[in-house]
């Protein structure tokens, strides 16, 4: 069974502070990763994928990602609230298209 | 340009009768997946098109659960004689490539 695993939080951070979301995985064939967010009876929407090793930056988002250890994370800088939300890690099935998902972490940027 | 679409947003139905969701994908995306969200639980895929055929059916709970695409485009996802566990979110969602898949607003489903 292949599992994606996340802290539920909830994770608080003031506002304009940085808040690292992380995510490990159990498929040490996983070739893709994503980051989704969250917003309370909304539906998920992307904001970062990643592939290879190393930080991809996009604006105020910074993934992460390290193969060898098998975690993925998500920075972001001068956190809103606005970002309040919970933040989805998804895993790309190699034997399809499905992506596998963590069960969330729910931010809560303090203004 | 248009997102995913879904219908009904919501649908209220008594245990025992049959349900069609509807979900329009992103015009051009060729994978389409069917995703359901329950309270407390995560995201658990259903099923997923790539064009017309269906590679992998391997999360419909049930043989009461069956799905179609037609045209490339449109997915009906069924569920026969509901139970109250059917209750949940429904998402479609939509890719072009491997870059990430495009979620629609869901059907809310509560079976009475």
């Known amino acids: 069974q292949k599992e994606v695993e996340q802290n539920s939080g909830p994770l608080s951070v003031p506002e304009g502070a940085i808040a690292s979301l992380n995510c490990t995985y159990s498929?040490?064939?996983?070739?893709?990763f994503f980051w989704y967010r969250q917003y309370s009876g909304k539906s998920p929407e992307l904001i970062m994928f990643i592939y290879s090793n190393g930080d991809k930056e996009d604006g105020r988002f910074t993934a992460q990602l390290n193969k060898a250890s098998q975690y993925v994370s998500l920075l972001i800088r001068d956190s809103q609230p606005s970002d309040s939300a919970t933040y989805l890690c998804a895993v790309g099935d190699n034997q399809g298209g499905k992506l596998i998902f963590g069960q969330g972490t729910e931010l809560s940027v303090k203004p | 340009g248009a997102g995913v679409s879904q219908s009904p947003s919501n649908k209220v139905t008594e245990k025992g009768k049959d349900v069609e969701l509807r979900c329009d994908p992103i015009s051009g995306h060729t994978a389409l997946y069917w995703y359901r969200q329950s309270l407390g639980q995560g995201l658990e895929f259903l099923i997923y098109?790539?064009?017309?055929?269906?590679?992998?059916k391997s999360g419909l709970p049930s043989d009461r659960f069956s799905a179609e695409r037609t045209g490339g485009s449109v997915s009906t996802l069924t569920i026969q004689r509901t139970q109250q566990e059917d209750s949940a979110v429904y998402l479609c969602?939509?890719?072009?490539?491997?870059?990430?898949?495009?979620f629609g607003p869901g059907t809310r489903l509560t079976v009475t």
């Open positions: 098109f790539q064009g017309n055929s269906a590679p992998d």
């Open positions: 969602a939509s890719s072009l490539s491997t870059y990430g898949q495009y």
């Open positions: 498929d040490r064939g996983s070739q893709s």
